[in-house]
């Protein structure tokens, strides 16, 4: 079955970086982009950007463009999606989601178990 | 601010039929899929329905979508207060070249 396996919780103080990683497992890796969605606390969902796990080509929030970075490892099926100069606004829950179909942006089929980033002084 | 527009809230009686509706622009649900997800309290979103009015397997067909321009509809039947959750609607905005979704909206079984 597919999973997507997030990383542990972050504690982070202003200005840091954070680097959030998602496992796949039960399909094939490359046949399926990863996007990232985030949630700050009782807000909705933003898009953050997408990655080609094919060959790493990158679509980015405009928000973000600049402070976050998106890999992935094809050797272990491993995401991970970098952010940097973290500040009070980017405390949130970081999800991994794969879409439904390979070869597509949307809709997002499967999601990973999210990881809670808290960026506090 | 969201780039779809949802109402904050709906709320209906169990066994009522309860609509949520989804606006956006000729850039997104005007020109592409809206999807629709679930989100139980502490839980990651699921997929409800997907290009615009298909369900996913295992989805109930208390659970129906619809699309007209740049607003898309969410319609669920025969509600239980299991149902109680935020829903969101999604879909890709060419203009922004990014996803885009609404704020939720949530539902209250009263």
């Known amino acids: 079955q597919v999973q997507l396996v997030q990383s542990g919780a972050e504690v982070k103080k202003p200005g840091a970086s954070v680097k959030v990683s998602c496992k796949a497992s039960?399909?094939?890796?490359?046949?399926?982009?990863i996007s990232w969605v985030r949630q700050a606390p009782g807000q909705g969902l933003e898009w953050m950007g997408w990655?080609?796990?094919?060959?790493?080509?990158?679509k980015y929030a405009q928000n973000l463009q600049g402070r976050v970075t998106m890999t992935t490892d094809t050797s272990t099926t491993t995401a991970y999606m970098e952010l940097r100069t973290l500040t009070s606004d980017d405390t949130a829950v970081y999800y991994c989601?794969?879409?439904?179909?390979?070869?597509?942006?949307?809709?997002?089929?499967?999601w990973g178990q999210g990881t809670l980033v808290t960026v506090s002084s | 601010q969201s780039v779809l527009t949802q109402p904050p809230s709906v709320s209906a009686a169990p066994g009522q039929r309860v609509t949520i509706s989804c606006s956006g622009s000729?850039?997104?649900?005007?020109?592409?899929?809206v999807s629709w997800y679930q989100q139980l309290p502490g839980t990651a979103p699921k997929l409800l329905i997907y290009?615009?009015?298909k369900r996913p397997s295992g989805i109930p067909d208390r659970f129906s979508g619809s699309k007209s321009g740049t607003s898309a509809t969410l319609d669920i039947t025969g509600l239980q207060t299991g149902d109680e959750a935020d829903y969101y609607c999604?879909?890709?905005?060419?203009?922004?070249?990014?996803?885009?979704f609404g704020g939720g909206t949530k539902l209250t079984v009263l």
């Open positions: 989601v794969r879409p439904y179909r390979g070869g597509t942006y949307l809709p997002f089929d499967y």
């Open positions: 999604g879909t890709w905005d060419s203009s922004l070249s990014g996803g885009v």
């Open positions: 000729s850039s997104n649900i005007g020109k592409n899929y």
């Open positions: 039960g399909y094939t890796f490359s046949t399926y982009g």
């Open positions: 990655i080609s796990t094919y060959n790493g080509n990158t």
């Open positions: 290009d615009n009015d």
